[in-house]
């Protein structure tokens, strides 16, 4: 049924498929790494009535406070093919917030996420023009971590994007629509607001 819904909506689950518990290791050279110690290295800073963006003991902290809403932070700079990794743990969780990487994220708000859930599913998805249009349509996986900490991986390379968590490929696809751009952090709600999502050694790769 979520597939027929999805169509209904005029999404398309363009996923190429995977083998099951395949490994994914991400590779090449390091050109930015940012571990959230340094307050002032970079990132936004802010609150208002839906949330806080903010550095805190090491991490860079995303407070989202209303129900079905999103929150995202990128770097300004553009990216070409890039392979990012990132730890992410759910410190206030809601049983069933996400939260991952964001890729080739355009100045219009235009961008790429690649994300797991708190309750072990995972998506990757595109948001054009305020829209937003799955890829690779909800799944779940038991190699996600049901609210604890995780390891996330975003390889946005050429026309493939790939998913993996803790070391484990989950998802891949292809889509053309947003060739560069800036990649990030995002955190969601979804049936339950107040979700605070905690990110940590935040590492973009050349590959």
């Keep these: 049924m979520p597939y027929l819904d999805a169509a209904m909506r005029g999404e398309v689950n363009i996923s190429t498929g995977v083998a099951a518990q395949e490994e994914f290791v991400a590779s090449g050279s390091i050109i930015y790494e940012d571990d959230f110690s340094d307050p002032s290295s970079g990132w936004y800073v802010g609150n208002d009535a839906e949330g806080a963006i903010d550095y805190r003991d090491g991490e860079y902290i995303l407070e989202v406070i209303p129900n079905d809403n999103i929150t995202w932070v990128w770097l300004e700079k553009d990216l070409g093919d890039v392979v990012i990794t990132t730890d992410v743990r759910p410190a206030v ?18 961008y790429y996420g690649l994300e797991i859930a708190e309750d072990g599913y995972y998506s990757i998805w595109k948001r054009i023009n305020g ?64 979700l605070v999502a905690a990110f940590d050694n935040f590492i973009v790769r050349n590959p």
């Design 93 to 110: 969780p809601t049983g069933t917030g996400g939260y991952g990487i964001v890729c080739r994220h355009q100045e219009n708000g235009d």
């Design 131 to 194: 829209e937003y249009t799955f890829l690779s349509y909800w799944q779940e996986s038991s190699v996600i971590p049901k609210g604890e900490s995780a390891s996330i991986t975003a390889a946005c390379v050429g026309d493939t994007l790939t998913l993996a968590v803790n070391g484990s490929l989950l998802a891949e696809v292809v889509d053309t629509e947003l060739p560069v751009g800036q990649v990030g952090v995002f955190a969601e709600t979804y049936d339950t607001g107040n």
